[in-house]
């Protein structure tokens, strides 16, 4: 190990920065950052540190660096371009005593600036010892995706709490296995989600027991999104990974299934049409009763929960029942696979609406508002909308809109059995009965369809072409 790891409080205490460019402004911003007093050396300054200056958050001497601009100073950063102005920085603060660092010089540092992530009070600082900056950089970007933006507020709550848990546990270990539960538990995820109250109400109560919950576990509705597990959210792919139950719906893609626990016990509740494993109802019961269990239950489903996801009627039964529970969005099936057909649901020359509606027939209609759904200048989007295409072509004609109008079928989109299908209301039904697209095919209608060739980005590995089979005239 070249460097030893340290944090030092420089709050209230003198650094002196040389160099008045974009490296010493990035490192000047740290400083103050840290609430140290900071002192600028250098014949100019770019326009972020005249900024500070003028804020008077640091101060400036315009000039060359003296020897006598070390005299009280607790720390020193040297980043300028001149090598013998770096090494005699780097010499005279070593003899003096100063920690020192010379930017993108290791061989001249005491010290070095690590890349940070911030969840004050919890900071995590990765560092190469200077050998690959990039990599370190690159290093932090995946740990912030496993450290939420609360942890900051989990250390505050923990700092509130510490006292009163080592009063109440008289052993080291005992107090270690209590923090274990409540940081990994129920009480850390209300935090995260933003139920401050409700984290210090379950702290109160674990104090005055062995369970650090009551028992009482917790229901994360989570969106997986439309099937590309590359845009599953960090906050989803992190309560997924902790959930000792997985309730999961048909149009869930394996490998997002997959991003589970993998001790997690799965529970498919499925629906197809006129098949379901489990009624609503059921599911509703079913949350519950694993949550009154102690369960953390990830109740995930296709798509966005709240997006014809009847997640507003599973956490309707939750609240009424008194189970904690938090909602993770999603990218939705209808902006994800619009994009990845190149499909832009608004457009300026072409669309300045978008309407998303469910397809679903019920005893051979669709009760829909088809004069609202018929006027110019807006995208449709129908959900679950395939086995009612005549019913959607033929009403969208008869109140108005032309037979010209383009369609697009996007079938299984963002995942690599997408397949897009083009046309217009008066033969895409024949093309639907030549191709038999599969489903989920999402189904969208406008003239912003006309750009899909020329915007198609995502190349399908078992259908590069896209599946385009009719150009719209």
């Known amino acids: 190990m070249e460097f030893l790891p340290l944090f030092l409080n420089i709050k209230g205490k003198s650094c002196l920065v040389v160099g008045g460019g974009e490296v010493a402004s990035r490192k000047v911003s740290l400083l103050v950052h840290a609430q140290g007093n900071v002192h600028v050396v250098a014949p ?4 972020e540190l005249g900024l500070l200056v003028e804020r008077r958050q640091i101060t400036h001497r315009a000039g060359t660096y003296q020897s006598q601009d070390l005299a009280g100073c607790r720390l020193v950063i040297a980043a300028t371009d001149n090598h013998q102005q770096n090494q005699l920085i780097s010499q005279q603060a070593d003899e003096l005593g100063i920690p020192v660092n010379v930017v993108d010089q290791p061989d001249l540092c005491s010290f070095i600036v690590p890349s940070i992530i911030d969840r004050s009070p919890v900071i995590v600082a990765v560092s190469t010892g200077g050998a690959s900056p990039v990599l370190a950089r690159l290093i932090r970007a995946r740990l912030e995706t496993l450290i939420p933006a609360g942890y900051g507020r989990l250390a505050e709550l923990a700092k509130r709490f510490r006292s009163r848990v080592k009063a109440r546990f008289a052993t080291a270990p005992a107090r270690r296995l209590f923090w274990e539960k409540v940081l990994n538990g129920g009480i850390a995820e209300r935090v995260f989600s933003g139920h401050f109250q409700d984290a210090e109400e379950a702290m109160e109560r674990a104090l005055q027991s062995s369970d650090e919950d009551g028992g009482m576990g917790e229901v994360y509705l989570v969106g997986g999104g439309p099937g590309d597990p590359d845009l599953v959210s960090f906050r989803a792919m992190r309560l997924m990974q902790q959930a000792d139950v997985v309730v999961y719906d048909r149009l869930i893609a394996k490998p997002i299934l997959e991003m589970t626990r993998k001790d997690a016990h799965r529970i498919y509740v499925g629906k197809e049409r006129d098949q379901h494993a489990m009624r609503q109802e059921e599911i509703n019961q079913l949350l519950v ?5 102690g369960k ?16 507003g009627e599973e956490i309707d039964t939750l609240s009424y029942e008194g189970v904690p529970f938090q909602v993770v969005p999603a990218v939705t099936a209808a902006s994800g696979c619009a994009a990845y057909a190149g499909i832009p649901l608004t457009h300026r020359d072409f669309a300045q609406s978008v309407t998303f509606v469910t397809g679903h027939l019920k005893d051979g209609t669709m009760n829909l508002n088809w004069g609202q759904l018929s006027q110019p200048n807006q995208t449709i989007v129908f959900y679950m909308g395939l086995l009612g295409l005549p019913v959607i072509c033929e009403q969208l004609i008869a109140h108005g809109l032309s037979p010209r109008t383009p369609v697009a079928l996007v079938q299984q989109g963002t995942t690599e059995n997408q397949r897009v299908f083009t046309g217009t209301l008066e033969i895409i039904q024949a093309i639907v009965e030549r191709e038999k697209p599969k489903p989920p095919t999402l189904i969208i209608v406008g003239e912003v369809v006309k750009l899909q060739e020329k915007l198609s980005w995502y190349k399908s590995p078992k259908d590069p072409r896209q599946g385009a089979t009719t150009p719209i005239l």
């Open 44 to 47: 100019s300054l770019c326009d």
């Open 289 to 293: 009763k694993l949550a009154k269990e």
């Open 296 to 311: 953390r239950v990830v109740r995930l489903k296709g798509g966005d929960p709240f997006i014809f996801g009847r997640g």
